[in-house]
């Protein structure tokens, strides 16, 4: 799998739009951006996934770069319910998911 | 609509206990299958994952197994448990490689 680099906490405003980065240099040409968050005491759960263009659906955006080096996750507006930690994956081929530390993101009423 | 289930919620075992933990899916066929492990303050750890019927891939070699005996059912079991085993076990589905869904998980505590 390709290595990613999420940074370890974020923290956000409620209302206010967040943006998660990650960056997965070494990322193949073919291979999908994930991202996939997990809410205290659940397992996790799909958010948004992309390959050169950016990406939107109804929990999140995926801004991915022109290089496909790194990739921005963003929430419109950050309510309280979407504190959690969230993943970047870039995984390599037809591998199973392999999640790594995630940013913790805490929103603030 | 596809669902999983995963059972039990919480579990409480001695160590040197068996365990075995199920999963099933319903509303899809031939699904990818995995069971992930999260120890306490740890990231989530592929543990086994199965493509088909029988064929179950081991990404940890430990005191644990999987099986499929059943299409949309998949089983991770132990002999002898572990103090080390606790945790919060996982199962997810997907119909490929991508969109996995999780179960809601079961929580160990080996004593």
């Known amino acids: 799998d390709a290595k990613t680099t999420q940074p370890n906490s974020m923290e956000s405003n409620e209302e206010e739009p967040v943006h998660l980065p990650c960056n997965h240099s070494t990322i193949s040409g073919t291979d999908y951006i994930h991202w996939y968050r997990q809410l205290p005491s659940q397992g996790p759960e799909y958010v948004i996934h992309g390959l050169t263009s950016n990406v939107n659906n109804r929990m999140a955006s995926l801004a991915i770069a022109e290089d496909r080096k790194s990739s921005t996750l963003i929430l419109h507006r950050a309510t309280l319910r979407d504190a959690a930690v969230y993943y970047c994956?870039?995984?390599?081929?037809?591998?199973?998911?392999?999640f790594g530390k995630g940013t913790r993101l805490s929103v603030i009423a | 609509s596809q669902t999983i289930h995963q059972w039990p919620a919480t579990l409480v075992q001695p160590v040197g206990s068996p365990l075995s933990l199920e999963c099933t899916v319903e509303g899809t066929s031939n699904p990818n299958l995995y069971w992930y492990r999260q120890a306490a303050g740890r990231g989530l750890q592929l543990l086994f994952y199965?493509?088909?019927?029988?064929?179950i891939s081991s990404e940890v070699p430990q005191n644990l197994s999987a099986s499929r005996p059943q299409d949309r059912q998949f089983i991770l079991s132990s002999k002898k448990l572990l103090l080390s085993d606790s945790g919060f076990y996982l199962c997810a589905w997907s119909p490929g490689y991508y969109g996995y869904t999780f179960g809601s998980g079961t929580r160990l505590t080996v004593v």
């Open positions: 199965s493509v088909g019927i029988g064929q």
């Open positions: 994956i870039p995984p390599s081929g037809n591998t199973p998911l392999v």
